[in-house]
């Protein structure tokens, strides 16, 4: 009769384990998808055509995490999932110069749209003539530090044309 008995009460603990898990589960779920906003918008030049394929970067102001996207044919673009803070949104396109957007706040389990206008300019990215010789002292910026952690790497052995011939 004992074993029937603790055969018994272990499926207890089992049923009652099990439905605690579900129970937590089923408030969790809900929290986690409130902690969210969606972020939107159309990406157009001065005359309000679509910016197609326009790199769309937003960066949470207190974190510092970036999340990307790409703008559609139409110049849409659509952030469906970031944490809620206040973000600062940076856009990118050939032709075009950089537009930034700071202080976009996302609220909890809200959806914001922020269409953004570019101007025409320089076209984004770096240009070779830009670039400083490996000889002087590398300005500030993130793509220098990039390119002297990389050619500080150069083997003593290598040489002098190896060396001049990172690009």
């Known amino acids: 009769m004992r074993s029937v008995a603790d055969r018994l009460s272990l499926q207890n ?3 009652r384990v099990f439905l605690s898990a579900l129970i937590l589960c089923a408030l969790v779920i809900p929290v ?3 902690s969210t906003a969606t ?3 159309t990406i157009t030049d001065a005359t309000g055509a679509a910016v197609p394929n326009a790199k769309v970067t937003a960066i949470n102001q207190a974190t510092g995490v970036a999340s990307g996207t790409q703008s559609d044919s139409a110049g849409a673009y659509l952030f469906p999932s970031l944490p809620i803070g206040k973000y600062r949104i940076e856009v990118t396109a ?3 110069q950089k537009a ?3 202080d976009i706040d996302l609220p909890v389990a809200t959806s914001v749209t922020q269409n953004i206008q570019l101007k025409v300019g320089e076209a984004s990215g770096l240009s070779r003539s830009r670039l400083t010789p490996l000889s002087s002292t590398p300005p500030r910026t993130a793509w220098a530090r990039l390119s002297t952690t990389s050619t ?3 083997s003593p052995s290598m040489d002098a044309t190896s ?3 990172v690009f």
Do not use: D
């Open 13 to 15: 603990v089992v049923v």
């Open 32 to 34: 986690m998808a409130q």
């Open 39 to 41: 972020l939107s918008g």
């Open 94 to 96: 050939s032709g075009f």
């Open 100 to 102: 930034i957007v700071p």
């Open 152 to 154: 500080s790497r150069i």
């Open 163 to 165: 060396r001049t011939s």
